[in-house]
């Protein structure tokens, strides 16, 4: 079956965001949802995720479901604001307790967030089906970005989340905590098994030079143009083109932020009794050293 998809750009995080609906039954599920976040002033705002709820009530659409690709480093959920707005269940994959487990630990947040994934209404374990209306859907873990990357696969439409890019953007990064280049060329194998018509939809595009957005893939285009998958690339050449190109990566402007809010499952940290709430930022812990003595 082809659900319907209307796609929301990001642009501040190159994100996508999509609204997936069944036409007959009117029942839909918002993928990914941007909250808006200033670091430079530490203000969140509302105005992307707004959108796409104006959009599901100008179609008049029940939200059923609420689905996290993982628990993203470059952009803070706006999936608390969405649910609030219109209900439906928030889910992620089960995965979402070992990320949980290893920033828990990052951000000293021992006794503040549960590594158990409580802060979800729903945690989907590796080939899990599910609805959207009258639509079958099933989950594929695909960890390799993260431990608890997931591929949702709704009618003829796979949502590969990091796990893939437009073929001229390649794949995602594996040097975050729990990355592993291995697990992530097996997980793409996964997907390019997928039936040849699948349609695929990136979780972000970054436009490389310059280009125009765009967000739909087949499995055909990314065997043929993607960089680091075309000629059936071998593990070991993924593994060692991957590597050499996270080497020269910095870290994602929203990481630290981010991921603090993510595994709260968008939720923002508790206000203090000031009235005002705090993220905390580990010194010297994440990303490359800057070098020099102290």
Avoid at 4 to 25: C, G, L, Q, S
Avoid at 106 to 112: A, K, M
Avoid at 181 to 186: G, I, S
Avoid at 259 to 264: E, M
Wanted: with cysteine; glycine share 12%.
């Amino acid at each position: 079956m082809r659900p319907e998809i209307k796609a929301f750009f990001h642009k501040p995080t190159w994100t996508m965001t999509y609204v997936i609906a069944d036409p007959a039954t009117k029942r839909a599920a918002v993928i990914d949802p941007a909250l808006d976040y200033d670091p430079a002033s530490g203000r969140t705002g509302t105005q992307a995720v707004d959108e796409v709820i104006a959009w599901l009530r100008a179609q008049q659409l029940t939200l059923d479901w609420i689905l996290e690709t993982h628990a993203h480093a470059d952009h803070l959920s706006g999936a608390q604001r969405l649910k609030r707005a219109l209900g439906g269940k928030l889910a992620i994959g089960e995965g979402i307790r070992s990320v949980q487990r290893t920033f828990v630990e990052v951000f000293g947040l021992q006794g503040e967030v549960a590594a158990d994934g409580s802060q979800f209404d729903h945690l989907f374990r590796d080939g899990e089906g599910f609805k959207v209306g009258g639509i079958e859907a099933r989950v594929l873990h695909t960890p390799g970005h993260t431990d608890d990357s997931l591929t949702y696969v709704i009618g003829d439409a796979a949502f590969v989340g990091d796990t893939m890019f437009m073929p001229d953007g390649g794949t995602a990064r594996c040097d975050f905590p729990g990355g592993d280049a291995r697990k992530l060329y097996r997980s793409i194998q996964r997907i390019l098994a997928l039936p040849a018509e699948t349609r695929l939809f990136m979780c972000h595009d970054y436009q490389p030079g310059g280009r125009e957005l765009r967000y739909e893939s087949t499995i055909a285009a990314q065997r043929a143009e993607n960089g680091y998958l075309k000629g059936d690339a071998s593990e070991e050449q993924f593994v060692t083109m991957r590597l050499a190109r996270d080497a020269t990566l910095g870290m994602p402007t929203l990481i630290l932020p981010a991921i603090q809010v993510n595994i709260r499952a968008g939720h923002l940290p508790a206000k203090g009794g000031n009235g005002i709430a705090y993220l905390k930022i580990p010194l010297d812990h994440v990303g490359k050293p800057l070098g020099g003595g102290k």
